[in-house]
T-cell receptor, first 110, second 116 residues
Framework: GNSVTQMEGPVTLSEEAFLTINCTYT??????LFWYVQYPGEGLQLLLK?????DKGSNKGFEATYRKETTSFHLEKGSVQVSDSAVYFC?????????FGKGNQVVVIP | GAGVSQTPSNKVTEKGKYVELRCDPI?????LYWYRQSLGQGPEFLIY????????DSGLPNDRFFAVRPEGSVSTLKIQRTERGDSAVYLC??????????????FGPGTRLLVL
């Protein structure tokens, strides 16, 4: 089935730093790709999505581009804020389900 | 409008007991999903409903787990003879239609199940 690999470990960075979280996927065909975010004490919510190759999803200053040739969907933000502290999940859809990566905890220090 | 709601928010039970977890999806959403999230992991798929029928239950770990959606709206996940390994957060999600994954799945806050 479809699967996702996210870079290992939490990410700690200072306010206004550049954030990148790497994500690669394994899937047949052209699945839809997502980033979901879980803020402290809150439920999972969609951050952005891309439904076909070369699409760029964007929201709240975050961006990710669907790269079919490298099977990647890396998340980036140019200048993070303390309020971006959360757990970020890379997700691929296929076979009637979302398949989540393990998630990366991002901690932004003032 | 109201989002996906789940009850109870927390459930503590003893090994061997039976539990029911409820999900109330967004009104009008025909697709409903159950996922399970263990500590430090991403959610894992359990079962998917399209309308009243379980279209895909291949993620259920064993026959102790069962889910229903009798009127195509509210769903109940049922776990018999609970085991300590069933402890996790159980998440429900709904979408307007399945639509090959292009429709956003909206998640509820989850039920945190602890089996002692």
């Amino acid at each position: 089935g479809n699967s996702v690999t996210q870079m290992e470990g939490p990410v700690t960075l200072s306010e206004e730093a550049f954030l990148t979280i790497n994500c690669t996927y394994t899937a047949t065909g052209y699945p839809s790709l997502f980033w979901y975010v879980q803020y402290p004490g809150e439920g999972l919510q969609l951050l952005l999505k891309a439904t076909k190759a070369d699409d760029k999803g964007s929201n709240k200053g975050f961006e990710a581009t669907y790269r079919k040739e490298t099977t990647s969907f890396h998340l980036e933000k140019g200048s993070v804020q303390v309020s971006d502290s959360a757990v970020y999940f890379c997700v691929v859809y296929g076979n009637n389900r979302l398949a989540f990566g393990k998630g990366n905890q991002v901690v932004v220090i003032p | 409008g109201a989002g996906v709601s789940q009850t109870p928010s927390n459930k503590v039970t003893e090994k061997g007991k039976y539990v029911e977890l409820r999900c109330d999806p967004i009104s009008g959403h025909t697709a409903l999903y159950w996922y399970r999230q263990s500590l430090g992991q991403g959610p894992e798929f359990l079962i998917y409903f399209q309308g009243t029928g379980a279209a895909d239950d291949s993620g259920l770990p064993n026959d102790r787990f069962f889910a229903v959606r009798p009127e195509g709206s509210v769903s109940t996940l049922k776990i018999q003879r609970t085991e300590r390994g069933d402890s996790a957060v159980y998440l429900c999600a709904s979408s307007l239609t399945p639509s090959a994954g292009r429709e956003t799945q909206y998640f509820g806050p989850g039920t945190r199940l602890l089996v002692l």
